[in-house]
């Protein structure tokens, strides 16, 4: 007797094995009605798991999600129901972000290019950098400018916000570092001097580990990164090694940096000493961007959707909470762009050897981000196309066209639904990621657009480029 012909009551069944994405086995092989859908798959991994609440869950099969019943999915595409159907189960944000159609708001100030944009952990505040040497902070409210930090003597290159918001960091191209109250829009002491050339990158110590923040880490042109804390107003380590410009700087969520550079090599430091601990190699030319998978969660700290404050004394507390959850039980992984045309996924507390390598792009890879959950990788290259990758495997799944410019930015929706592009087209374009196609397509900057940023609590999209506006845009 053929497993299609078994009556178990309610028609044709299936045998499915149903695993999470990292492959862990939720039980074993069991038979499933053919009509049974991802509403009924739903119900069985919430009984399975034992979940308080209904927890909602998208499924998968062979990289492509199922959005049919079991047995529609088989006759579509010729899959034996003698084999066991395997089918990966992926939980999903339980809020959903508004997608964003519209421009609320063109901001002037700036009297220069906009160089870098970034919304505050909690998604309230709103800061950018511009070649006119300022940095701006932006009342979110009244969607008007709030103050100008002027500080640099060059160009701002990079801001960073602290994870506990109460601290705004920037960077600029001869190498000095301002620290700024966000509240008054005042220079915290006076700048940082140590880098000798312009600064790439900046990272701060994630909150889970230290509270309330102290400890940042820049990157530099001169080829060193340099640890800094913020109450002593100095450099306390330098992390010495790579032997060209480190492009790139992520604080990990288990205390290791991570430097990105020219040098081809990736290099991790312990940050008590600043220890080399292990390199990681394979790239052929220059690495340009660096991700973590945990990087929302890094990002936000104690902060989440809800919008919910919490006292000093627990916020530690609640991003050590936000970060395990995010993790799970895989270890945290990383994955890094190049001018080499390709990306590595890496897994770097496991091995020095990449968990794969990921090709397809025709021209440098500029910007590598994971989705807020995890699960997705997108890629921003030189060849105008946005790559989706698995972020679990690596495995390709998609190439977003549209632009017909260079991609030099992706920022991602909270819910990890939708992905945010900015181009030297002047466009930005949002895209969805289960249906794997463009979702709104927003003109309106009259040049090229370098950077974007979609706040943490889902409500704006900020971009900003060679046409000195800041333009907001929601839904």
Not at 25 to 32: C, H, R, W
Not at 44 to 51: A, H, I, Q, R
Request: charged content about 20%; some cysteine; hydrophobic content about 35%.
């Amino acid at each position: 007797m053929t497993m299609d012909t078994v009556d178990a009551g309610m028609g044709k069944t299936v045998m499915c094995l149903l695993t999470d994405p990292e492959g862990t086995n939720l039980g074993s092989a069991m038979y499933i009605p053919q009509n049974a859908g991802p509403l009924q798959l739903t119900h069985l991994v919430n009984n399975f798991l034992n979940n308080e609440e209904m927890l909602p869950y998208s499924f998968y099969v062979s990289d492509e999600e199922l959005l049919v019943p079991v047995g529609t999915y088989l006759e579509k595409n010729k899959v034996s129901v003698e084999k066991v159907l395997t089918i990966v189960y992926q939980q999903q944000a339980v809020f959903r972000i508004r997608p964003v159609n519209r421009c609320s708001q063109t901001i002037a100030g700036h009297e220069e290019a906009v160089l870098c944009v970034s919304f505050s952990p909690d998604g309230k505040q709103l800061a950018s950098g511009s070649g006119d040497t300022t940095v701006r902070l932006w009342d979110l409210y009244t969607e008007t400018p709030l103050f100008t930090c002027k500080g640099h003597k060059n160009w701002v290159l990079t801001v960073a916000w602290s994870p506990d918001g109460k601290h705004l960091v920037s960077g600029s191209k001869s190498g000095e570092i301002c620290c700024w109250n966000p509240k008054k829009g005042e220079l915290e002491g006076s700048p940082l001097t140590g880098h000798k050339k312009w600064i790439t990158g900046i990272s701060w110590e994630p909150v889970h580990l230290s509270s309330p923040c102290r400890r940042f880490v820049t990157s530099s042109k001169d080829g060193d990164a340099r640890i800094w804390d913020i109450t002593l107003k100095k450099s306390i380590i330098c992390l010495s090694g790579h032997t060209l410009a480190v492009t790139c700087v992520k604080w990990g969520g288990d205390g290791i940096i991570y430097t990105g550079s020219q040098d081809c090599t990736i290099k991790m430091w312990e940050t008590t000493q600043g220890k080399l601990i292990r390199e990681l190699k394979g790239h052929g030319h220059w690495i340009n961007s660096l991700a973590l998978s945990t990087e929302y969660v890094l990002r936000t700290g104690a902060f989440d959707h809800t919008g919910r404050q919490y006292p000093p004394n627990e916020e530690k507390q609640k991003a050590l909470q936000r970060y395990n959850q995010a993790k799970g039980d895989a270890p945290e992984r990383l994955v890094s762009g190049s001018d080499d045309f390709t990306m590595f996924l890496w897994e770097p507390s496991v091995s020095k050897q990449s968990k794969k390598r990921l090709t397809g792009h025709q021209q440098l890879v500029n910007h590598v981000y994971f989705s807020p959950d995890g699960k997705w990788i997108a890629s921003a290259s030189f060849d105008k196309s946005v790559r989706l990758w698995n972020g679990v495997t690596g495995q390709f799944v998609t190439a977003f066209r549209g632009h017909v410019g260079p991609v030099y930015q992706v920022s991602w929706s909270a819910d990890s639904r939708m992905l945010l592009s900015g181009s030297k087209d002047s466009t930005l374009k949002i895209w969805e990621i289960r249906t794997k196609k463009l979702k709104q397509d927003l003109p309106g900057h009259s040049d090229e657009v370098y950077a974007v940023d979609w706040s943490p609590d889902g409500e704006k999209v900020v971009s900003g480029g060679k046409d000195r506006v800041l333009k907001l845009w929601q839904g």
